[in-house]
Every structure is written in C-alpha cells, then in structure tokens.
C-alpha cells in the first residue's frame, strides 16, 4: 500500500503533522510554496547559521549545532522535543538542517524515540522509510544509541550521560584544551552536602574530597577508556564488574575509582595527565 504521507523535492512527511527536509523548503521560493501549501506552522532549524526566511511568517526555532561528530547534539533535545510537541498540538512542524541529512533527522530520530518509547533502529527505520537520506554522522549515531540506553529520557545528570561527557573531556584535555567549568563537582569541603549521601576524605589529612555521586562506574582498563558508557544489557549498568574482555570475572578486584573533576582538582587539570592526586591540598579559610 502507497503512503499516505506528503513527499516534495524539499521535504517529507515522517508521521502526520512532522515534516523532516532540508533549508531549501524555507529559503527558496519553490519550498516556501510547499510549506505554505501544507499548511506548515513551525519550523525547527538545526544549521550552523540562522536561514533566511523571507516572507514565511512562521513560528521558528533555531538551534546553532555544526555537523560534526564530536558536537553533543544530545543537550538540545528536550528543547528541541518541547517545540515540537508545542508545533504538533498547534499545527504542523518542519525539521530541517541543510541539507536534511545528519542534523535534523538526528532530532526527529531522538523525538521518535522519546514519544514513543522506541529503541533507536526502530526509529531510524521509520525515518527512513519517508525520507531515504537521512544518514546521522557516525557520532549523532552513537549518541542515539546512548539516548536509547538512557531511556529516552535526556538527562544532564545520567550516568551514562555523564561518562559520555567526562571521556570527551579526557580527549580534549590531552589534546591541550581546557576543561568546561559545567563538568567540574563542587568542593564537598566548600558547599552543604546531602547528608545521606558518601563523603570520601583523603587518607592523608581527612579532607573532604569528593562525594559519592561524583563516582563513577568503570569497567577496569586505562584511562577516558574505562569509564565510557554502556548499553542497558551491558552488565556494568548491571551493578557488576565485567572483566576488560566484557565478560563477568568476579575474581578480579579493582583497586581504583574514577571520579568526576572536582573544582579542587583544577590546579591538577594542567600540565600533568597521569591522572594522580597523593594528598587532597588544603584550602585556605
């Protein structure tokens, strides 16, 4: 049976009311009339720059995002999905990128996933089926299959998300880059702390040095590479400590934690990358 969803040279419709395509539908006189003609009310840009719309008088939304795989696409979602459940009980949307490619099927993919409580290769195959080009770049794909072992559920503060993002810092760091002010814990010693949470102190001194959420789960090995995020079915979110082959050993004991940066740890954060803290300093007051 044919589809009944609305196909142009622009855009394609991917599920009634969502459109995916590419910038042409909102800068060229020929998408423009389509838009109109399907009685489009929002669009969703994912470009590097802002299109120019002309005379569409359209709700817009624009989101400044390259088309590389090392740009976490993953922090726009839930503004992203926000809009476009606000677009879909107003009207129609359009999601568009350049080229209606990487950018903006990554977006529609994620919003898939997140309404419908479906996994990532179920998602894209819908896609798929109404727009044939959508192709996320090697990193967006990883980071749809980390949404997916999030749940489908963006959270800054997921695990997961979490050791996404710190073995990214890893990368950059070594790489002579300096590390984002929002990845670093505050200092237990300087803040109130949740009183039911750990306080790990330094052996040494007895100085608070971080807490117990600032840990995390690590499959042992070396360095960024031990701590990158695994799939629900992986048995490291499974609260047991796999051996490096990925298999369970339950005879190998980990002498070590891997810990987020901790804002004491900032004078360590240049130079030096072997990663070894002796004695938490002391602050002064």
């Known amino acids: 049976m044919a589809s009944s969803n609305v196909h142009t040279p622009h855009m394609d419709e991917i599920c009634p009311g969502l459109f995916l395509g590419s910038e042409s539908a909102v800068v060229t006189p020929e998408g423009q009339a389509a838009v109109l003609q399907h009685a489009i009310t929002h669009v969703l840009s994912v470009a590097d720059m802002k299109p120019k719309m002309g005379t569409l008088n359209l709700k817009h939304k624009f989101v400044r995002a390259n088309d590389m795989p090392n740009v976490d696409i993953l922090q726009h979602f839930e503004d992203c999905f926000g809009f476009i459940d606000d677009a879909l009980r107003e009207g129609k949307i359009l999601v568009h990128c ?88 505050a200092d237990p010693q300087e803040t109130t702390t949740d009183q039911t949470q750990t306080i790990y102190k330094c052996r040494k001194c ?22 990158q995020w695994h799939k629900q079915s992986h048995p490291l979110s499974q609260g047991v400590t796999p051996s490096p082959s990925g298999t369970v050993d339950s005879s190998v004991t980990c002498t070590s934690l891997f810990v987020e940066p901790v804002k004491w740890m900032e004078p360590f954060m240049i130079g030096r990358l072997d990663g070894k803290v002796f004695s938490v300093p002391v602050v002064p007051g």
């Not at 727009?131 to 990883?142: K, S, T, V």
């Not at 100085?207 to 701590?227: D, K, N, P």
Request: proline share 4%; hydrophobic share 40%.
């Open 206 to 227: 007895r100085r608070a040095a971080f807490l117990e959420a600032s840990v995390l789960a690590h499959i042992t090995g070396r360095g960024q590479e031990s701590f």
């Open 98 to 185: 350049m080229m209606g490619v990487s950018r903006s099927s990554t977006i529609v993919i994620g919003y898939l996933m997140h309404r419908d409580k479906i996994t990532f290769n179920e998602a894209f195959d819908m896609v798929r089926k109404q727009h044939p080009i959508a192709e996320p770049n090697y990193g967006f794909m990883d980071l749809l299959r980390l949404f997916e072992a999030m749940g489908c559920q963006f959270s800054s503060a997921n695990p997961l998300y979490r050791q996404h993002r710190l073995g990214q810092v890893a990368e950059n760091v070594q790489a002579g880059q300096e590390v984002p002010k929002e990845v670093i814990a």
